[in-house]
């Protein structure tokens, strides 16, 4: 479903190019996050993970909002 509502088919226009190089890091921090969560438990990264998740959907929303 991500890369549908991300890509819709379309290929990505230039201006785009900065979404992409977001999603990679927002993915990047995403996966350590997911590392630590199995190490230590989800409680000791929830505050991380809600902050995360809300600049990916505020990212998603400026995608779908510009297209």
Request: charged fraction near 30%.
């Given at each position: 479903?991500?890369?549908r509502v991300l890509f819709r088919s379309e290929r990505l226009r230039r201006e785009h190019l900065d979404f992409v190089t977001q999603l990679k890091g927002i993915a990047r921090?995403?996966?350590q996050l997911t590392r630590l969560a199995h190490a230590k438990?989800?409680?000791s990264v929830a505050s991380r993970h809600a902050a995360i998740m809300a600049c990916l959907?505020?990212?998603l929303k400026q995608i779908r909002d510009d297209r």
């Amino acid at each position: 479903e991500f890369r549908r509502v991300l890509f819709r088919s379309e290929r990505l226009r230039r201006e785009h190019l900065d979404f992409v190089t977001q999603l990679k890091g927002i993915a990047r921090n995403l996966n350590q996050l997911t590392r630590l969560a199995h190490a230590k438990g989800f409680s000791s990264v929830a505050s991380r993970h809600a902050a995360i998740m809300a600049c990916l959907e505020a990212l998603l929303k400026q995608i779908r909002d510009d297209r």
